[in-house]
């Protein structure tokens, strides 16, 4: 075997080290939600709780593998994003911003962690409100909850991305919602966020992906967004954009001053993952960014919007899972909160997805006991009848 051989070989999940990594990226960032879902409070300003996810991530992170004896990268391999209401994704505003969250606001909080390129991601949706979510903002949130249950049990190998495609689309339409159009579920490796396997959630669209079968011993950021709207978002205010990712295939001599010293900066500090314009200075970035984007150096994260004035509520839910021998395992999640649907969802397919395992039982399995308190998923044993299904069957922590 050759030295390449080897070193590819190591960076799958096969390695227990590995598999530690991805797990201890995940409890950091799961505390992370966890410290910033504790925050949200009305007239708190967004840039602050997003502030204080990635100030979480990089100081628990930097604790870790201080004395390793080669340099390990760690840190944010996602900007926290709070995204309210219509918004649907990637609002993660600069120092400036003086946005605030109100009272019964549907907040999306989205935000990832790695570990020697490892990554960990998960989004969540909360409603800022005492007592339980009722009427449309539930629906849409059980219709995420559930379209993310289903598409957990149908990730295994053997199956097609397609199957999950046509499965969260049903699922949403069960609860009168949409699957957002143009997300897509990535399979990650290290320092990798996007890898070229995917999943699409709506069939149908401009998007094509190539159909794909999952693998053992693959990982995948799962990412549902559902709309009580068309689920057909728009860049309203492209000023708004303020997450980029550099691209690392691409070459180009900028022209401006400013161009090339945000680049210089943004090559040393965020060599790979997507970040944040607010670690940059806000005058140069402002002037350089966009000469950036122009000739495709940074791929831009917009904010994307549900059509404003007209009351869409967009949830959104993200996880990431290992495909490992024994089944699916799910890394990242929070519990929701208790959602009263105005949906029940008796569709016989759904119930049958919703009852598989996402663990197969083997025999002398002695690493089962691992986490604390049936911190993990285990398997179907956790699976509540589907109109129970919506307020997070895995509820982990």
């Given at each position: 075997?050759?030295?390449?051989?080897?070193?590819?070989?190591?960076?799958?999940?096969?390695?227990?080290?590995?598999?530690?990594?991805?797990?201890?990226?995940?409890?950091?960032v799961n505390k992370a939600l966890q410290l910033v879902l504790s925050e949200c409070k009305p007239k708190v300003k967004i840039v602050d709780l997003c502030e204080k996810g990635d100030a979480f991530i990089r100081e628990q992170t930097g604790n870790m593998y201080k004395n390793a004896k080669k340099k390990i990268e760690r840190g944010v391999a996602f900007p926290t994003c709070i995204s309210v209401n219509?918004?649907?994704?990637?609002?993660?505003?600069?120092?400036?911003?003086?946005?605030?969250?109100?009272?019964?606001?549907?907040?999306?909080?989205?935000?990832?962690?790695?570990?020697?390129?490892?990554?960990?991601?998960?989004a969540h949706t909360h409603v800022l409100s005492e007592g339980?979510?009722?009427?449309?903002?539930?629906?849409?949130?059980?219709?995420?909850?559930?379209?993310?249950?289903?598409?957990?049990?149908?990730?295994?190998?053997?199956?097609?991305?397609?199957?999950?495609?046509?499965?969260?689309?049903?699922?949403?339409?069960a609860y009168d919602c949409k699957i957002v159009e143009g997300v897509l579920s990535h399979q990650m490796k290290q320092f990798v966020i996007d890898g070229n396997k995917v999943v699409l959630s709506v069939s149908g669209?401009?998007?094509?992906?190539?159909?794909?079968?999952?693998?053992?011993n693959e990982v995948y950021s799962v990412d549902i967004v559902t709309s009580t709207g068309e689920g057909k978002p728009k860049l309203l205010d492209e000023k708004q954009t303020t997450i980029y990712k550099r691209a690392v295939d691409k070459n180009y001599h900028l022209k401006m001053k400013a161009s090339r010293f945000i680049f210089s900066e943004i090559s040393q500090k965020f060599p790979i993952m997507p970040f944040s314009a607010r670690a940059l200075e806000e005058k140069r970035a402002r002037l350089g960014l966009v000469e950036c984007v122009n000739h495709e150096l940074l791929q831009p994260y917009p904010v994307l919007h549900e059509k404003p004035g007209i009351g869409d509520l967009v949830a959104h839910i993200k996880f990431t899972v290992l495909l490992m021998p024994n089944g699916s395992d799910r890394i990242t999640l929070h519990p929701l909160q208790d959602l009263q649907p105005t949906k029940a969802v008796d569709d016989p397919d759904i119930k049958a997805w919703l009852a598989l395992a996402t663990k197969s039982k083997k025999k002398g399995g002695g690493k089962k006991k691992k986490g604390k308190k049936g911190e993990k998923t285990e398997d179907a044993g956790?699976?509540?009848?589907?109109?129970?299904?919506?307020n997070g069957a895995t509820s982990q922590e």
């Open positions: 075997m050759s030295d390449d051989e080897r070193e590819e070989k190591e960076l799958d999940l096969t390695s227990p080290e590995v598999v530690t990594k991805y797990k201890s990226a995940a409890e950091i219509n918004t649907v994704c990637h609002f993660s505003p600069l120092a400036s911003d003086e946005t605030v969250l109100g009272e019964g606001d549907i907040l999306k909080i989205d935000m990832g962690c790695h570990i020697d390129g490892f990554i960990a991601v998960v339980p979510v009722t009427g449309r903002a539930a629906d849409v949130i059980a219709a995420a909850n559930t379209a993310a249950e289903v598409a957990l049990r149908l990730m295994r190998p053997g199956k097609k991305n397609k199957d999950v495609t046509e499965a969260i689309q049903k699922v949403a339409a669209t401009d998007t094509r992906v190539d159909e794909a079968e999952f693998e053992e956790n699976e509540e009848p589907m109109d129970a299904a919506p």
